[in-house]
Structures are given as C-alpha cells and as structure tokens.
C-alpha cells in the first residue's frame, strides 16, 4: 500500500507545511502520519477516499501535537511565553504573503481555508477531517476568508475573527 | 449576513468556491452588482485559494525529503524475487479501467473483508444491471463530490479516464454512484444503438494483488470481474452478449496498456519523488535528520513568509 500512500504524501506535505507555517514541522507530521497509516492500514474505510483517511490522520496528530505543546508552554515562565506567541492581528501590516495572512487567522479557520481553498476538499468531507459538523466548517471558512480578507487590505471594519461555532 | 434579497454567508462562500447552484448563483450575482464591497470580498474569497496555490503548490511538486521517502521505501527494497511481483501488480495498476464479459468458470478468490464477498458483489452488479437501478445519483451530490468520477478517482488515488468504446459501436451514456456489496462504488453504463447496454462497475480496494479476468454468468447477466491495483472492477451485460463484450475486453485492455506503455512506462508514477535511501527493509519509523541550513527542505516559518519565489523548491 505504500505506493497509494507516495501518491498522497505531496498533497499531505503541501497542507502540513501550510498548516504549521514551517516545513520542518510539516515534514515531521507527514512523516508521523505515514507511519502511523502504515501501522493502521487496516482500519481504512472504503467508504471514505484515502486522501481524507490521510488527511484525517494528519489533523488528528497535529491537533494532539498542539494539545501537548499547550501543556507543556504552561510550563514556562510568563516572559518565555510572550516570546513565542504568534504575532497577532495587529501586525498584519507586516505581512506579505498568504503564508504570513493565514496566522491571523484562527488555528480552525486556518485550517478550514486549507482544507478547502488549498486542498480541494468538498464542505462535508473538511468537515470530517476536522471532526465537526459540516455548518461549523462552513461557518469557519467564511470567517476565515472574511479574515483574510481584511488582513489583506480589504473591508476596514470588517467582521474580524467573529466566533464561528 | 443576510440582507433584503435573502443572500447569505454561506451562498457568499458556495459562490466563490464556484459550489452555488445556477440559480442561486444568479441572485447572488444580483446582489452583488449593487453593492461594490461585497463584490470585492467575493472576489477576494476567490482569489485566495488561487493565492494559497500560488504560495504552497512548491511543496506538492517538489522531491519528497529523504526522510519521507525512506518511510514509503521499505517495500520496495525487499527481494529481488518480491520486487518484480510488485513491478507487475503496479503496471497492471495502470489499467485503470477495463471491460470484459464471456463466459467460463470463475471464482472470485480472495475478496477484501470489507468490500463484500465476491458472490455478494457479483449478486449485486447482477440484480443492478438487470433493474437499471441507478442506486445513489450523482446529481444527489452537493459540494465537490458531484462528480462520480472524481469522487471515484480520489478514492483509488489515481487518475481515471472513461474508457471509449465508441469505435466499438457503444457510448458512455451515464456515470453514477451505487451502492454495492456494502460499499460505494462508481458505475458506468454504455449503450449501443441496437438498445444493447453494459454496466461497468468500479469499486476500491486496498490490495496491490492483481488478478486476471474472470467470467461468470448470473441468471441472464454475464459478468465479468479482475482486479488491477486499487480498482476492482465487474462487467455485467445480457447474457446474450457475451461474445460482443468479451472481444470489447481484449481489445481495450491491450488498448490501456498500449497507450500507457507510449507515455514512457507501463506503470503509473506510484513512486515518492526523491531518491530512496537504499539499505532499510523493515523499519517502520525513519529517523528525522534535520537538514542543514541551506539544504532543500530546511525552511523555517520564517521562510514561509518570505515572497513565494523565495527558497521555493
């Protein structure tokens, strides 16, 4: 099976290392997620394609890698958190690309975007890869788009990062 | 947001991903001619997935990192004896799609667990063949699962192209989701001007293994089925046709190959891009060697913010 999963791994590199916003982490989440598909063969469905098996995955790893940094950050000093707290909205002028543009982003209105406007996914199948119901993904693409959109310039008093459900 | 025409934020979103219906997609147009803002924003929704391959299709088209290819390679890297079996499955993978029908003994063999036993399957095809039962419409479909053939494609993540059998006096005249054997799977059907038809059924599997065609008949079907890399595939047709479908089979299989072997290969690009690091067989976690700073692959976030046409590879 290893060649269905060489045939994704591009795909699944390209979405890591947008997600992440750093390819040495991206590298390392395809890198865990191929194993772990390796290991788990079995327990793909047919019903689902193996792109979204992979890709559903990945987004669990990722999200438990997240829960362990959060847990471990707690750890630090308050000083060291502040140093590597991602910029905030309020740099967006700095920013000049897509790449920089998607931190203003929330963590699941980021992904949302990717998931669709970079992968391709159909609304129901990003919204099995990241677990919710498919109103929430909609609800957080457009509060994504809407976001992008103004840290690009677009809309002053745009409806910024509204809470999606 | 949903103003005095009725538009909503998600008929917003659904247009600019281009996954509006007509109709709709009209008063959306329509109210987005009288307000400017909201046009530009659409048009900034639109742009950003063309934005986001812009910035990131680098990474999908580049040679996968050693570490990533090393992790896909061990089975390429096993005995001589293994490695040609694998060469073979994977060139008859590239017969994507095949028809065939005749007559003769066959058993279906070892089906996957999952995908229905190989009676259940060829019962299936049988009873949908004979009631023209169309099972699950594409047209059901929302989003971009609407098209069977990509949906099907995605599932054995391969390219696929329709077979076409026209020279042979049948025209594809439908493509459709069914339900079969407990899974879903894509179905062709081709008719031929004398009213003649021909289902062919596509169904996923996760087997490598391929098998040569087989034949068998149900009732007043005749059906044939193989199995070629991802695909399994079974053709039904009227149990007077046999001889017909059966020529059509030979022919357009050795038509695939033919075309396939001309692009350069007889098997699809299956491999990870990159050079394999020749020497691990049954490892199942490769180490993570950090790249050094000015190798491929050894991008920061800070890269990533970076205009696209920097450290891209």
């Known amino acids: 099976m290893t060649w269905l999963l060489a045939r994704e791994t591009p795909r ?35 019903e689902s394609s193996v792109r979204a098996w992979l890709f559903t995955i990945l987004y669990r790893i990722h999200l438990n890698q997240v829960k362990r940094r959060r847990t471990e950050q707690a750890s630090v000093s308050a000083m060291e958190r502040s140093e590597v707290t991602p910029p905030n909205q309020d740099s967006h002028v700095e920013m000049l690309n897509m790449a920089a543009a998607l931190r203003a982003l929330s963590p699941d209105q980021r992904d949302a975007v990717l998931l669709v406007g970079l992968e391709g996914f159909a609304y129901d199948e990003a919204a099995r890869v990241m677990g919710v119901p498919v109103g929430t993904l909609k609800s957080r693409l457009y509060r994504g788009r809407e976001a992008l959109w103004a840290v690009r310039g677009g809309g002053r008093g745009a409806r910024v990062g509204k809470a999606g459900p | 947001m949903t103003d005095d025409s009725g538009i909503t934020e998600l008929d917003l979103l659904a247009y600019a991903d281009g996954r ?29 997935n063309r934005e986001l391959a812009a910035q990131f299709d680098a990474y999908a088209n580049a040679p996968l990192p050693e570490r990533l290819a090393r992790v896909l390679a061990p089975r390429r890297e096993r005995p001589a004896r293994r490695r040609v079996r694998a060469a073979v499955v994977q060139a008859a ?8 029908a005749g007559t003769g003994g066959w058993t279906l063999g070892r089906m996957d667990r999952r995908g229905g036993s190989g009676a259940e399957v060829l019962a299936g095809a049988a009873a949908l ?10 047209t059901a479909d929302t989003g971009g699962s609407a098209r069977p053939l ?5 599932r054995i993540a391969l390219e696929l192209q329709l077979p076409d059998l026209r020279d042979r006096g049948f025209a594809l005249v439908r493509k459709d989701r069914v339900e079969l054997a407990g899974t879903q799977g894509l179905r062709l059907r081709y008719a031929a001007p004398t009213g003649q038809h021909l289902d062919v059924f596509l169904k996923s599997r996760w087997r490598q293994r391929a098998s040569p065609i087989a034949t068998h008949r149900r009732g007043d079907v005749a059906l044939a089925h193989w199995m070629d890399g991802p695909l399994r595939v079974v053709v039904a047709g009227d149990g007077d046709a046999r001889g017909t479908v059966r020529r059509l089979a030979a022919a357009l299989r050795a038509r695939l190959n033919a075309q396939h072997g001309a692009q350069g290969g007889t098997a699809p690009k299956l491999e990870p891009h990159g050079t394999p690091t020749p020497g691990r067989e049954t490892a199942t976690r490769s180490p993570r060697v950090r790249p050094p700073a000015d190798a491929p692959g050894a991008a920061t976030a800070t890269d990533l913010v970076r205009p696209a046409t920097d450290g891209r590879r």
Not at chain 1, 22 to 37: I, K, N, Y
Not at chain 2, 21 to 26: D, S
Not at chain 2, 150 to 154: I, K, N, Q, R, S
């Open chain 1, 12 to 46: 699944l590199r390209r979405f890591a290392i947008a997600m992440t916003g750093s390819v040495e982490q991206g590298d390392d989440l395809v890198q865990d997620t191929l194993e772990r598909a390796l290991r788990k063969q079995n327990q793909w469905r047919r």
């Open chain 2, 150 to 154: 990509t949906w099907f494609a995605d």
């Open chain 2, 93 to 100: 993978a590239v017969v994507l799609i095949a028809l065939a």
């Open chain 2, 129 to 138: 063949h004979e009631t023209g039962r169309p099972g699950r419409s594409a």
């Open chain 2, 20 to 48: 509006l219906e007509p109709a709709r997609a009209q008063k959306v147009e329509a109210a987005l001619a009288a307000d400017p803002e909201l046009r530009a924003k659409v048009a900034d929704f639109a742009a950003q």
